[in-house]
């Protein structure tokens, strides 16, 4: 893959979570797992949208000099639209808003005019209905599988149905949208995420809290893998 290219929509992607990494040692985490991994997950918590506070542009622009995967930038945030230029200039490829704060068409026609790859993320309780409209207007659809804020949390099964109608859409209307799921993501619901209808998987203790983390991730596109052939 070209550097900080997304790749082909629709295929199997890796995206682990630097917010279960050691903060202190950040650029040896990413380091650590170039190998078995396709995209870089970037979780941004603003302490309001979310109850918690993570890292910001200058993190991104830090860790640009240390890869050149694709970066994924989930945005938990409030008011992501005043933060959206300094992510694109700090090195950000993807940012993913949530469709919770509103203003969605606005931020996605801002993201797509600042050359981002666009991404609209539902919480576990928000309905399909609500994203489904924006489908043509984006690149990845991020449903997740736990309640934002926390890395650890347990996997949410019940999303899936919500995966299963997203893809059958997807594909019906032939669309160039990603589907991808975030939280509680390891090699066991890997393969049930798979089986809905999900292509990019993040996943951040089930990789950074191994005591091998590279082997972690070949160890989860594996379990996916197995589930597709
Ligand atoms: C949750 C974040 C996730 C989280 C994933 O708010 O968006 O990306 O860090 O962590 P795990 O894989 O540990 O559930
Ligand atoms: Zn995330």
């Given at each position: 893959m070209k550097e900080r290219e997304p790749g082909e929509t629709g295929r199997l992607r890796i995206a682990p979570s630097?917010?279960?990494?050691?903060f202190g040692s950040l650029a040896d985490a990413v380091r650590g797992v170039d190998?078995?991994?396709?995209w870089l997950h970037v979780d941004v918590m603003d302490g309001h949208f979310v109850p918690n506070v993570s890292v910001g542009p200058p993190v991104v622009k830090s860790l640009r000099r240390y890869s050149n995967k694709f970066f994924d930038c989930h945005l938990m945030m409030s008011e992501p639209g005043r933060y959206l230029e300094a992510f694109r200039d700090a090195g950000a490829d993807g940012c993913t808003v949530h469709v919770?704060?509103?203003d969605t068409a606005a931020l996605i026609e801002q993201a797509r005019s600042l050359g981002l790859r666009v991404g609209l993320a539902a919480n576990?309780?928000?309905?399909?209905s609500a994203v489904s409209p924006y489908l043509s207007s984006i690149d990845l659809l991020l449903l997740m599988t736990v309640f934002p804020g926390f890395g650890g949390q347990s996997f949410i099964a019940e999303v899936m149905p919500k995966v299963e109608e997203a893809r059958r859409v997807i594909d019906e209307e032939g669309l160039n949208v990603d589907i991808e799921v975030d939280g509680g993501i390891d090699t066991t619901t890997i393969p049930v995420a798979v089986k809905a209808g999900a292509n990019v998987f993040v996943a951040g203790n089930a990789i950074f809290?191994?005591?091998?983390p590279e082997e972690a991730a070949r160890q989860l596109r594996e379990s996916a893998l197995a589930r597709t052939s």
């Open positions: 630097i917010l279960s990494a050691d190998v078995e991994t396709d919770e704060v509103g576990p309780d928000t309905h399909f809290a191994k005591p091998d």
